[in-house]
Nanobody, 121 residues
């Protein structure tokens, strides 16, 4: 019921920056918390940063103040500005949202297919 499309990933040198974008579409009542998660092959998917409708954010320590999550409710988009990137940030980054639909009670989590971020040293 909610489709998410990420963009903005790519190859960047260590110390560089990227801006990830995620666009939501589909049929739903509302989108609640939105955020970004990342996964490296062989590792568990981990939270990077989330943001509520009211703008409250939550970041993992790995961000170290380098990442900033924002959203545009009117455009149904969530962004993440990534600065001072390190090779350790290399991962597949997923957009995840909690949405309230017409067919289910409460919120349901939806995921995008991911955008690859590669940071070279």
């Amino acid at each position: 019921q909610v489709q998410l499309v990420e963009s903005g990933g790519g190859l960047v040198q260590s110390g560089g920056s990227l801006r990830l974008s995620c666009a939501a579409s589909g049929s739903y009542f509302s989108i609640n918390t939105m955020g970004w998660y990342r996964q490296v092959p062989g590792n568990e998917r981990e939270l990077v940063g989330t943001i509520t409708r009211g703008g409250s954010t939550n970041y993992a320590d790995s961000g170290k103040g380098r990442f900033t999550v924002s959203r545009d409710n009117a455009k149904k988009m969530v962004y993440m500005q990534m600065n001072s990137l390190k090779p350790e940030d290399t991962a597949l980054y997923y957009c995840g949202v909690d949405a309230t639909t017409y067919s289910r009670p409460g919120s349901t989590t939806y995921w995008g297919k991911g955008t690859l971020v590669t940071v070279s040293s």
